[in-house]
């Protein structure tokens, strides 16, 4: 009886980094829902969650950062508790901020499509700020939007209630993780892996 044996190619080292900030910025997602600030009339509490979201997009680009999100859902799905309140299983994901969650990877791929112009990876450093602050306001406004849709679906609210619940509270603090994602990335200390 013989035994075939077949040569593994390694893997890339681009592609080992890269799953690796992925996996850390999953991890910073996760962790990050430690501090959840509730606030009254709205389902979802305050958290750092989009800071990573963004992040996600800026660093990683369109195709690692959805990855690295969607790294984070599983891990919540599976049980863990990473989402808002110390919370985690499949209830999470379908529940009343279900739609908040799964804008992500949406957001992230869209804000790296923006910023990145493709799949290339660019130096974030010499991309324009109005595209940076752009890419990251659209990405709210897409985040805000299949939230509140959700919201005002799974809980029968008129779209305005939803929105008033469900979004206007945010923007404040959304504004400061915009300015928070792009002092980070324009700092230097984190930089794209490049194919």
Request: hydrophobic share 60%.
């Amino acid at each position: 009886m013989a035994t075939e044996r077949n040569a593994v190619d390694p893997v890339a080292d681009n592609v080992v980094r890269q799953f690796a900030r992925a996996a850390m910025l999953a991890a910073l997602m996760g962790a990050s829902v430690v501090v959840s600030i509730p606030i009254p009339l709205s389902p979802a509490p305050i958290t750092l969650q989009v800071l990573f979201v963004f992040l996600a997009g800026l660093v990683l680009g369109p195709v690692w950062g959805p990855i690295s999100v969607l790294l984070y859902l599983v891990t919540g799905g599976a049980g863990a508790p990473v989402f808002a309140g110390m919370n985690g299983g499949m209830g999470v994901l379908i529940g009343q901020t279900a739609g908040y969650l799964w804008s992500y990877p949406v957001v992230a791929a869209l804000i790296g499509l923006i910023v990145h112009r493709g799949t290339a990876l660019r130096d974030l450093r010499r991309v324009r700020l109005p595209i940076l602050v752009g890419a990251l306001l659209v990405g709210t406004v897409v985040i805000y939007a299949m939230g509140t849709a959700y919201m005002a679906w799974l809980l029968e609210m008129a779209a305005w209630e939803a929105i008033t619940a469900g979004a206007l509270p945010f923007i404040p603090g959304e504004l400061l993780k915009v300015a928070a994602a792009v002092a980070i990335v324009r700092s230097g200390q984190i930089t794209p892996v490049r194919s």
